[in-house]
Every structure is written in structure tokens, then in C-alpha cells.
């Protein structure tokens, strides 16, 4: 039976400033990527997002950022590798924390933002992140977001890698995603379509219309988008047609 997971970035609320839509979001993914309070979110956050995760049967994942609240963690910083896993570290044994208060375990790691983009560009930051990640748990699931990534992760026999692929943006020819500068609605058929394709065949259309590989086990949904519930709806409704089951992280493994 062909499954996938579907994953959010969650938790990125900060005091009384509110990212997202998360309590509309959660009934409809299988893992959440949670913010552990560099990038965005804060200790009460925190709680609350593990919470709804719980009463939801979500799979928790720690979603770390850089120290740069006024930048949502988008703005590159010059780190070091071990101060970077140190980064990773310390937000994912927040999270650990809140979870062990739910009698829930954190299931997986995916780095933010301009973090992601540095463990791209540099083998050593990834590694040393990974490293880390392997440390405090190998059980945890590396959600790796580009071919870089999940390609470093497969150096590490005792790691599990799950590559994530994304529909509610668009792909070029490279496979690099456009990322928008202002977020509008989008197709839910064409969104919808895209997850099929992904999960049945490991492929999607890039912008130029040519077809490219991303052999995602997940697909992930931006839940601040303007019609981010509509998109969940009209998939959750595609892969009950289409056969397909959901299916967190940890038991894609």
C-alpha cells in the first residue's frame, strides 16, 4: 500500500504576534515540524503546539532556526559547525521537554530556513548536524528538504532520512523551488495532483513543463498559506480516491 506523510511548520507564534494557522492545520497532517524558539515561537508556544500535536496523534519534530527572531531565522549567520549543531541541540531538547510532559516522543529533525541553506551548501555544518542530531538520539528522522542534504545523510548507515517534496510552491527544471515574495492561493486540484504524482511515482511537472524525480516519502504544506485548509481538504479527499494512505514519519522508517 502506497503511503506518504504530510508535514507543517508549526509553532511559530511569538508573545501576541500569531504565525499560521495551526489549530485548523493540525487535524489534517501526520507530522509537525515544530519551532523551538530561535527562529520564531516561545517557551508557551512550545507548549501549546505540543499539545494540539498530542490530542491529534501528530508525529512531533523539532523545526530549529538561527538566533533571529527579527529576521524568522531567513538571514545568514557566520557559524561555525559545532556552534550551528549546538543550535539544533539545544532547541531540540526543548522541545524533548514539553514532549516528555505529554507522554510523547519527538519523532524527527528539519532545520529552518537560512540553516537549512547553509547544511546544504556546507558538508561540514550538515554533518556536524547530523552528528549532533545522532547523539542525542538515534531513533530521531532526518526530514531532509533538498538532494544535498538527504545525500549527506546517507553516509550515516544508522540515520533515517526521509526526503520531502513540496506542492504548494512551484519547481524549477534544477529542482530548486520558487519561493514566492508574496504568498497567494493556490489550485487545490493542481495542489492535490502534485501529492498523487509524488507519492505514486516520484515525480512532479516543473514550471518549464519538463518532469523532474523528488522521491519524497512527504510532501510538505505551508499552514500559513490564504487557503492552506482547502489545499489539506482536497487531498486528504485525492488519496482516499486514489488508494493512498497517510502515514507519520516514524512509521515510514
Same mark, same amino acid.
Given at each position: 500500500?502506497?503511503?506518504?506523510?504530510?508535514?507543517?511548520?508549526?509553532?511559530?507564534?511569538?508573545?501576541?504576534?500569531?504565525?499560521?494557522?495551526?489549530?485548523?492545520?493540525?487535524?489534517?497532517?501526520?507530522?509537525?515540524?515544530?519551532?523551538?524558539?530561535? !527562529?520564531?515561537?516561545?517557551? +508557551?508556544?512550545?507548549?501549546?503546539?505540543?499539545?494540539?500535536?498530542?490530542?491529534? =496523534?501528530?508525529?512531533?519534530?523539532?523545526?530549529?532556526?538561527?538566533?533571529?527572531?527579527?529576521?524568522?531565522?531567513?538571514?545568514?549567520?557566520?557559524?561555525?559547525?559545532?556552534?550551528?549543531?549546538?543550535?539544533?541541540?539545544?532547541?531540540?531538547?526543548?522541545?524533548?521537554?514539553?514532549?516528555?510532559? !505529554? #507522554?510523547?516522543?519527538?519523532? !524527527?529533525?528539519?532545520? !529552518?530556513?537560512?540553516?537549512?541553506?547553509?547544511?546544504?551548501?556546507?558538508?561540514? +555544518?550538515?554533518?556536524?548536524?547530523?552528528?549532533?542530531?545522532?547523539?542525542?538520539?538515534?531513533?530521531?528522522?532526518?526530514?531532509?528538504?533538498?538532494?544535498?542534504?538527504?545525500?549527506?545523510?546517507?553516509?550515516?548507515?544508522?540515520?533515517?532520512?526521509?526526503?520531502?517534496?513540496?506542492?504548494?510552491?512551484?519547481?524549477?527544471?534544477?529542482?530548486?523551488?520558487?519561493?514566492?515574495?508574496?504568498?497567494?492561493?493556490?489550485?487545490?486540484?493542481?495542489?492535490? #495532483?502534485?501529492?498523487?504524482?509524488?507519492?505514486?511515482?516520484?515525480?512532479?511537472?516543473?514550471? =518549464?513543463?519538463?518532469?523532474? =524525480?523528488?522521491?519524497?516519502?512527504?510532501?510538505?504544506? +505551508?499552514?500559513?498559506?490564504?487557503?492552506?485548509?482547502?489545499?489539506?481538504?482536497?487531498? +486528504?479527499?485525492?488519496?482516499?480516491?486514489?488508494?493512498? =494512505?497517510?502515514?507519520?514519519? #516514524?512509521?515510514?522508517?
Amino acid at each position: 500500500m502506497t503511503a506518504i506523510d504530510i508535514n507543517c511548520d508549526m509553532g511559530e507564534s511569538f508573545g501576541n504576534w500569531t504565525m499560521g494557522r495551526d489549530i485548523e492545520v493540525m487535524p489534517y497532517i501526520t507530522s509537525a515540524n515544530i519551532a523551538g524558539g530561535y !527562529h520564531a515561537g516561545d517557551p +508557551h508556544v512550545l507548549r501549546e503546539t505540543v499539545e494540539l500535536a498530542a490530542e491529534h =496523534d501528530v508525529g512531533i519534530g523539532i523545526h530549529p532556526g538561527l538566533p533571529d527572531k527579527m529576521g524568522f531565522g531567513r538571514r545568514t549567520m557566520d557559524a561555525t559547525p559545532e556552534e550551528v549543531r549546538d543550535y539544533v541541540v539545544y532547541q531540540l531538547g526543548a522541545l524533548m521537554a514539553f514532549a516528555s510532559r !505529554h #507522554d510523547a516522543s519527538v519523532q !524527527h529533525v528539519k532545520p !529552518h530556513g537560512a540553516m537549512y541553506s547553509m547544511l546544504s551548501e556546507s558538508p561540514a +555544518h550538515c554533518r556536524a548536524v547530523m552528528e549532533g542530531v545522532l547523539e542525542v538520539d538515534p531513533d530521531l528522522v532526518y526530514l531532509a528538504t533538498d538532494m544535498n542534504i538527504y545525500e549527506i545523510a546517507q553516509e550515516y548507515d544508522e540515520l533515517d532520512a526521509v526526503f520531502e517534496g513540496y506542492v504548494d510552491l512551484d519547481y524549477n527544471a534544477d529542482r530548486t523551488l520558487i519561493v514566492e515574495k508574496s504568498v497567494e492561493p493556490k489550485d487545490p486540484d493542481l495542489v492535490a #495532483d502534485r501529492v498523487v504524482s509524488i507519492a505514486t511515482r516520484g515525480e512532479v511537472e516543473a514550471v =518549464d513543463g519538463t518532469t523532474i =524525480d523528488v522521491p519524497a516519502s512527504s510532501i510538505c504544506i +505551508h499552514g500559513d498559506g490564504p487557503n492552506s485548509v482547502e489545499l489539506l481538504e482536497t487531498i +486528504h479527499e485525492r488519496l482516499e480516491a486514489e488508494g493512498i =494512505d497517510l502515514a507519520r514519519l #516514524d512509521e515510514l522508517v
